[in-house]
């Protein structure tokens, strides 16, 4: 069985200062891991990827596949970054359901 | 174009009514999805459509839940004799290809069962 664990549920931080926000899972094989945002009264969407190796909006996220994590970064956040996020698992080369942690509360003030 | 739309986007229903659950996805999209979102929880997975078949409903918590796409592209959800628990918010997600996992998320109908 596939899970994934966000073990907090709120972060809050001051702008400017650094935000990681933490993502662990257990899948037997090799699964893909996204980050997915949700904004103030928005519909979720993808923020990253794994596999696409990207910076959005100065986020980056490493598969750490020995640790089995897959945690969000930023050096410096802004306040536009507060939403809830979502880590979540797909297997690969299956039909790509994705299980997603519990989420966590990101606030950034100013 | 378009985004990924639900109707309707709010509903009561009294315990023991039928329900049923729009989606219509991005035009030419192969795959479709619903997810459950309960407060406070992350969403998840009910069932899974590639056009018009359905692949995968093993996240259906009950008979009583029930999901279509004859046509392969709008899908309905359904959910008969409501019960308290199945008050969520239901979520549909619609991706270009089986294999793509980038997903496009539906703004969700809020379901509340009173």
């Known amino acids: 069985a596939q899970r994934v664990t966000q073990p907090e549920k709120l972060l809050s931080v001051f702008k400017g200062a650094p935000v990681e926000l933490k993502c662990n899972y257990s899948?037997?094989?090799?699964?893909?891991l996204f980050w997915y945002v949700q904004y103030s009264r928005q519909r979720l969407q993808l923020l990253l990827r794994?596999?696409s190796r990207e910076s959005i909006k100065g986020f980056t996220a490493d598969l750490n596949k020995g640790e089995t994590s897959f945690h969000l970064k930023k050096p410096f956040a802004q306040e536009e970054d507060s939403a809830m996020y979502y880590c979540?698992?797909?297997?690969?080369?299956?039909?790509?359901?994705?299980?997603f942690g519990k989420g966590i509360t990101l606030s950034v003030r100013p | 174009g378009a985004g990924v739309s639900q109707s309707p986007r709010y509903k009561v229903a009294k315990r023991g009514q039928d329900v049923a659950l729009r989606c219509d996805p991005i035009?030419?999209?192969?795959?479709l999805f619903w997810y459950q979102q309960a407060l406070g929880q992350g969403p998840e997975f009910l069932t899974y459509?590639?056009?018009?078949?359905?692949?995968?409903k093993s996240g259906l918590p009950s008979d009583r839940f029930f999901a279509e796409r004859p046509e392969g592209s709008v899908s309905t959800l359904k959910i008969q004799r409501t019960q308290q628990e199945d008050s969520a918010v239901y979520l549909c997600?619609?991706?270009?290809?089986?294999?793509?996992?980038?997903?496009?998320f539906g703004p969700g109908t809020r379901l509340t069962v009173t």
């Open positions: 997600a619609s991706s270009l290809r089986w294999t793509d996992a980038e997903q496009y």
């Open positions: 899948y037997s094989g090799s699964p893909e």
């Open positions: 794994h596999i």
């Open positions: 979540a698992l797909s297997p690969t080369g299956a039909n790509s359901k994705l299980t």
């Open positions: 035009s030419g999209h192969v795959s």
């Open positions: 459509f590639q056009n018009e078949a359905q692949l995968d």
